[in-house]
């Protein structure tokens, strides 16, 4: 994407250009967000993976087979939108993506931008998204989570196994 193309994505994002607009000024690339999406990818580039989540979101593009990707950019180190891609994890509740929750999830302090929490948002998103996608896989990764060693993602695991029992 060009600066410019950003440049619209954000204004549409923040209300001020609608999505119909941002269509006639992107032409086809607005359709497919989420080619987009693997060619920022692929290219390491952190603004255009920002703004083409932003555009998969507001048109709704993301679909399972999507899983792979997603699961490449939990864990890929040079961006800062892990907690959207966590997010979006949990709502496709792909059972592919346990193995890379699960490691996100024991990674998160090591992100620079995420300080401010000690990666506790990611973590936190992270084991919700194990518990929504409700395998036994996935069980066994929030099992071993509470055990890990560290009190807080310990704390978050747990609080999802206990939730499973009741």
Not at 25 to 31: I, Q
Not at 34 to 52: G, K, S, T
Not at 84 to 92: F, G, M, Q, W
Request: charged letters at 30%; a negative charge.
């Amino acid at each position: 994407m060009t600066p410019e193309q950003r440049a619209l994505v954000l204004e549409m994002v923040a209300g001020r250009l609608a999505p119909a607009d941002l269509r006639r000024c992107l032409g086809a690339d607005v359709e497919a967000p989420m080619a987009m999406l693997q060619e920022a990818f692929n290219r390491r580039d952190a603004e255009d993976v920002a703004c083409c989540l932003l555009l998969a979101f507001q048109f709704e593009a993301i679909t399972s087979d999507d899983g792979p990707l997603l699961c490449g950019l939990l864990l890929a180190e040079w961006h800062e939108c892990h907690e959207d891609v966590a997010r979006t994890l949990e709502d496709l509740r792909d059972p592919r993506s346990v193995v890379a929750l699960y490691e996100a999830a024991l990674t998160a302090k090591a992100h620079r931008y995420l300080a401010y929490d000690d990666g506790n948002a990611l973590a936190r998103k992270c084991t919700w998204a194990l518990a929504k996608i409700d395998t036994p896989a996935a069980w066994e990764k929030l099992e071993a989570l509470s055990r890990c060693g560290g009190a807080t993602l310990e704390s978050f695991a747990s609080k999802r196994l206990v939730a499973r029992s009741r």
